[in-house]
């Protein structure tokens, strides 16, 4: 009986030993190794070491800045054209870069342009001035809105092309209900807002059209029929 039990240890020990030489043996994915084959050394996992951030700068130049007029139209120089105009007005100028070298005129001469005429051409270009300072601003149209000093007396040594804002008081009539109605009546660069608890509308634009907005209220604001 003890001669059978040690004869059952044995087998089942070469038993186990066989299928561990077996597994040992196969390739990854649990496949035997084809024949004539060697089988595959087992590799170790290294971590890898962090590599260091690199930052390549782009080599392309960033892209030019969409001219507003057409570069086939004919230009001058802006810098001599504007010291031109400094000597006959007194008037001195700051201006946005993006405006760049050159002026479009519009079919002025260079030799013409006067203070009024060219803040006149610098409309045609896309650009607009106001006065902050003792200098002329010169900024994008879509800017002035914001640096439009207030103006509330008439003044004919304005020019009609210099951006102001005014703020215009109604009586008898809600100053909201005249904003649809003075708003067609001006460009996109401009501002026009109400105050319905003062009746008072806020507008920002040329001084042309500001009196021109100004006279249109003082005609719509009239007491009502009986």
């Known amino acids: 009986m003890q001669r059978y039990r040690l004869h059952s240890t044995c087998a089942a020990l070469l038993a186990t030993l066989a299928l561990g030489n077996a597994a040992a043996q196969q390739q990854p994915g649990g496949q035997p190794p084809q024949q004539g084959q060697q089988p595959q050394p087992t590799q170790t996992f290294q971590p890898q070491q962090p590599q260091p951030l690199l930052v390549v700068p782009s080599l392309a130049p960033p892209a030019p800045a969409t001219p507003r007029i057409n570069p086939d139209l004919p230009t001058v120089e802006l810098a001599p054209l504007l010291e031109r105009v400094e000597r006959?007005?007194?008037?001195?100028?700051l201006v946005d870069p993006r405006l760049g070298t050159r002026l479009y005129l519009a079919g002025a001469e260079a030799?013409?342009?006067?203070?009024p005429v060219l803040l006149a051409i610098l409309r045609v270009n896309g650009f607009a001035a106001f006065?902050?300072?003792?200098?002329?601003?010169?900024?994008?149209?879509?800017?002035v809105r914001f640096h439009g000093?207030?103006?509330?007396?008439?003044?004919?040594?304005?020019?009609?092309e210099l951006y102001v804002t005014r703020v215009l008081?109604?009586?008898?009539?809600?100053?909201?209900?005249?904003?649809?109605?003075?708003?067609p009546l001006l460009p996109q660069a401009a501002h026009l807002a109400a105050h319905a608890d003062t009746n008072q509308?806020?507008?920002?634009?040329?001084?042309e059209n500001i009196q021109r907005i100004a006279e249109i209220v003082?005609?719509?604001d009239v007491p009502p029929r009986n």
Do not use: C, M, W
């Open 88 to 93: 006959s007005s007194g008037k001195r100028f």
């Open 111 to 115: 030799n013409d342009v006067t203070y």
């Open 131 to 143: 006065e902050s300072e003792g200098y002329v601003n010169i900024v994008p149209d879509a800017n």
């Open 149 to 160: 000093p207030v103006l509330q007396e008439d003044d004919a040594s304005i020019p009609a």
């Open 169 to 183: 008081r109604t009586v008898n009539i809600g100053a909201a209900q005249l904003v649809p109605i003075l708003r």
């Open 201 to 207: 509308l806020i507008v920002s634009d040329r001084y």
């Open 218 to 220: 003082r005609l719509l």
